[in-house]
Nanobody
Framework: QVQLVESGGGLVQTGGSLRLSCAAS????????MGWFRQAPGKEREFVAA????????HYADSVKGRFTISRDNVKNTMYLQMNSLKPEDTAVYYC?????????????????WGQGTQVTVSS
């Protein structure tokens, strides 16, 4: 079965950077799209970025374009989210997710597999 384990969250000041990792196991992910979502207290889970595992095609939410970069390491079976120029509104629990499709999607219910989440807090 698919297992996704996030790491790399923490507390950072406004303007700082963090890199999140998502270690994936249990499948060959060449036919998968992997994504990052986030959920702040009292808000719905929202799309951040996605990447097709085989060709590396990326897709970003407008709110993070130019600041966040999604990538993957096929050898390590790990996905990353490099977050720069962080803002207080980026504070949330960040989740990695996987869907068996070559097509990107920004809707949480289209992803079948989820990690446990990692907290990112940006102080002002």
């Amino acid at each position: 079965q698919v297992q996704l384990v996030e790491s790399g969250g923490g507390l950072v000041q406004t303007g700082g950077s963090l890199r999140l990792s998502c270690a994936a196991s249990g499948r060959t992910f060449s036919s998968y799209t992997m994504g990052w979502f986030r959920q702040a207290p009292g808000k719905e889970r929202e799309f951040v970025a996605a990447i097709s595992w085989s060709v590396g095609r990326t897709h970003y939410a407008d709110s993070v374009k130019g600041r966040f970069t999604i990538s993957r390491d096929n050898v390590k079976n790990t996905m990353y989210l490099q977050m720069n120029s962080l803002k207080p509104e980026d504070t949330a629990v960040y989740y990695c997710a996987a869907r068996l499709s070559f097509l990107s999607a920004d809707t949480p219910h289209l992803y079948a597999y989820w990690g446990q989440g990692t907290q990112v807090t940006v102080s002002s």
